[in-house]
């Protein structure tokens, strides 16, 4: 069945570093990609997406990389801030469906 | 743009009870979805709207629950004869459909706990 993986486990950074977030997906052909950040009692707020196509896409200090050979997609903040705190979600279409499913989100926390 | 609103923002209900929310899409997005989140995990799919038209149910949606989207404007879902399994927050999302990657714009969602 088709599944999508983020760690689970809070990832707890320094200000300054560059934090990393994994999502994996089996049993997919997305053509595309989301990255969401949703942040407690909020809705999840739509960052970023990447196509098949591309490898790479930026914005400001974010910056998304797509592996569809490795079929993971890598979310990377640089120069993180104490307001980077939140949950990060990916989230792929369904094939043929007109649904998105979501992972289970990674919660970052950065440390001043 | 206002962006995605929903109504309440918190409900606290007794088992058994119907319960009745609201969402109120940014207004020129044709697709409408509702999602519902538990504690660490991922918002999960309900439904989907494409303008008034239904087109798509999780199996996960038992008969007890049912969405409607009159008019292609604002949704509602309700959940009857209410369980305790039903505590959640329930997210409703809009995008403007012109192509299958719109990004979708969530609200704050409403939560729900059932006594």
């Known amino acids: 069945s088709q599944k999508i993986e983020q760690n689970s486990e809070a ?8 934090a990393t977030l994994t999502c994996n997906y089996t049993n997919y052909s997305p053509a595309y990609l989301q990255w969401y950040r949703q942040d407690p009692g909020r809705g999840p707020v739509f960052l970023l997406l990447i196509r098949e196509n591309e490898k790479e896409k930026r914005k400001e200090r974010l910056k998304v990389t797509f592996d569809t050979t490795l079929k993971q997609s890598l979310f990377h903040i640089t120069a993180s801030q104490p307001a980077d705190s939140a949950t990060y979600l990916c989230a792929l279409p369904r094939t ?3 649904k998105y499913i979501f992972g289970t989100g990674t919660r970052l926390k950065v440390l001043a | 743009d206002t962006g995605v609103s929903q109504d309440p923002r918190h409900k606290i209900t007794k088992r058994g009870q119907n319960v009745t929310f609201r969402c109120d899409p940014i207004s020129e997005h044709n697709r409408l979805y509702w ?13 989907y709207f494409q303008n008034e038209a239904q087109l798509e149910k999780s199996r996960l949606l038992s008969d007890r629950f049912s ?16 369980e305790q399994g039903d505590s959640a927050m329930y997210l409703c999302a809009s995008s403007l459909g012109r192509d299958n990657n719109s990004p979708l714009h969530f609200g704050n969602g409403t ?3 059932v006594t």
Request: charged share 25%.
């Open chain 1, 11 to 18: 990832l707890n950074i320094q200000e300054g570093k560059t």
């Open chain 1, 96 to 98: 043929g469906t007109y």
């Open chain 2, 35 to 47: 999602y519902r989140q538990t504690l660490g995990q991922g918002p999960e799919f309900l439904t």
């Open chain 2, 67 to 82: 969405a409607e989207r009159p008019k292609g404007s604002f949704s509602t879902l309700e959940i009857q004869r209410t």
């Open chain 2, 111 to 113: 939560r729900l706990t």
